[in-house]
């Protein structure tokens, strides 16, 4: 792939399979919102986000020693080709451009091509090129990682379809002991559900963020009973299933917790 830029030096190559589609990974280069929420350790804020289809601009808070430091960034991509480029414009980092080509494998599977190119200067070095070559393959082999694994839960979300139909019954013990159990997590036909204390009382929600199928049972409830989902901030009140960040998003249905009379627990999933 390697593409030649006037001023700039190739620093390293990074390689490698990840197990998702073309589709999954365009939509993720162009899902500027996750990265303080996914990638918290890399991106401390994003804000000044200018966003269209063929790519985003914006300013990203990075971690530093001392304290954060921004970059104004921009990506752009050209599906045709099967490329995209990050641009540091200004901040840290200013005049690097990484170039990003990717390779259908499989039907599900993507070969990543990812070269650094770093602005050169009378005083810079080849051993200082090297080092930042490898402090940015290291960067991305982490983003990647965690990108994988956000677009293979994605795609399992979208492959899972429709909530179960019919009426469901499952028994959960008495509330003592499911109490002592807390937060549960129960497949209930091919659902994933679970079970919090909210204010003193049991609560079901469903563990599928209605934005993008984020993984709510990795959330833990606040003191006002909300969650927020860990892949791109959006946080919502279980006892209603409503958005409380004004985004109108409401959580998919859930069954209901029935406690008869001799304190035993079940979950009762009736669509109807």
Known sequence: MSIEIAGLSLAAVYER??????????????????????????????????????????????????????AWIEVRIDRASGRYVTRTLAGVGQGTEIWTRLDRAAERRTRVTVEFHL????????????????????????????????????????????????????????????????????DLAGARIRVVEVAGKLCAHATVCPHQGGPLEEAVPDGEGCIVCPWHGYRFDLRTGRSTDGRRLVLPAAPTLHEDAGGEVSLVWDPA
């Open 119 to 186: 602005p050169m200067s009378g005083a810079t070095g080849h051993a200082e090129i090297r080092d930042a070559g490898a402090l940015y393959t290291a960067l991305y082999t982490r983003l990647w990682d965690e990108d994988e694994a956000m677009m293979v839960r994605r795609q399992e979300v979208l492959d899972a379809g429709a909530a179960p139909r019919g009426t469901t019954v499952v028994p959960l013990g008495p509330a003592s002991s499911l109490r002592a159990k807390l937060p549960q997590v129960i």
């Open 17 to 70: 399979e990840v197990a998702a589609s073309l589709d999954r990974i365009w939509e993720n280069v162009l899902d500027w919102e996750h990265l303080p929420w996914l990638h918290s350790s890399s991106f401390l804020a994003i804000r000044e986000v200018e966003a269209e289809r063929l790519g985003w601009r914006a300013c990203v808070l990075l971690p530093h020693p001392g304290a954060p430091r921004p």
